[in-house]
């Protein structure tokens, strides 16, 4: 099984809401951090916001902050990335993405240990 499985990726107009699930197995949910990183067609990939799980404390991009929500069910073994007030720019793949060592500080995607296989959202004007 996959470590890293998401969900809930779909079209949506602008101002409207989705909701991401990844769901963890496989590793110690408690010891990594998790976070979302999104790559739209042609650029590169960035990182969008992150939870520490031992701890909740999480971490947002300036483009999300205030619209995105990411959070954790322990119990789930799952972390969800509510958005909200979605825009035409936010459209892209959303990746789930696992570190044992990330901490949530601004990092390079190929320096992250665990992908998902991404979510596809796409946010109509």
């Known amino acids: 099984e996959a470590p890293l499985v998401e969900s809930g990726g779909g079209l949506v107009q602008a101002g409207g809401s989705l909701r991401l699930s990844c769901a963890a197995s496989?590793?110690?949910?408690?010891?990594?951090?998790i976070g979302w990183f999104r790559q739209a067609p042609g650029k590169e990939r960035e990182g969008v916001s992150c939870i520490w799980i031992i701890d909740g404390s999480t971490e947002y991009a300036d483009s999300v902050k205030g619209r995105f929500t990411i959070s954790r069910d322990n119990a789930k073994n799952t972390v969800y990335l509510q958005m909200n007030d979605l825009k035409p720019e936010d459209t892209a793949h959303y990746y789930c993405?696992?570190?044992?060592?990330?901490?949530?500080?601004?990092?390079?995607?190929?320096?992250?240990?665990?992908w998902g296989q991404g979510a596809p959202v796409t946010v109509s004007s």
């Open positions: 496989g590793f110690t949910f408690d010891d990594y951090a």
């Open positions: 993405v696992a570190d044992k060592s990330w901490r949530c500080a601004p990092i390079s995607a190929k320096y992250l240990d665990l």
